[in-house]
């Protein structure tokens, strides 16, 4: 299934408190109940003024309706088309 990189502009989320941060968790994660077992939330990855989430999902359509249901900004999708790290090199 694909996996996608999802960038969400949300100003000063690395001020972003625990409570807060758990809050957006947990209304994503009661989208990605609603929606079915063909989307799964990987991670995200926190910086001053934007969220990367990694999604599996079949297609880019339910990675944007997640981003409507849960009233989510998805600035953009981009489908992972590999992934290289240090033992590329080799």
Not at 34 to 39: F, K
Not at 45 to 65: G, H, Q, S
């Amino acid at each position: 299934m694909p996996k996608y990189v999802i960038e969400r502009e949300i100003p000063n989320a690395g001020k972003l408190t625990h409570d807060q941060l758990k809050s957006i968790s947990q209304a994503s994660c009661g989208v990605l109940s609603q929606l079915g077992t063909q989307i799964q939330w990987v991670n995200s990855y926190i910086t001053n003024d934007k969220l990367y989430c990694i999604y599996i999902a079949p297609n880019e359509e339910m990675v944007y309706e997640h981003a409507k249901l849960g009233g989510f900004p998805a600035n953009s999708v981009n489908q992972v088309t590999g992934i290289i790290d240090p033992t590329t090199a080799e």
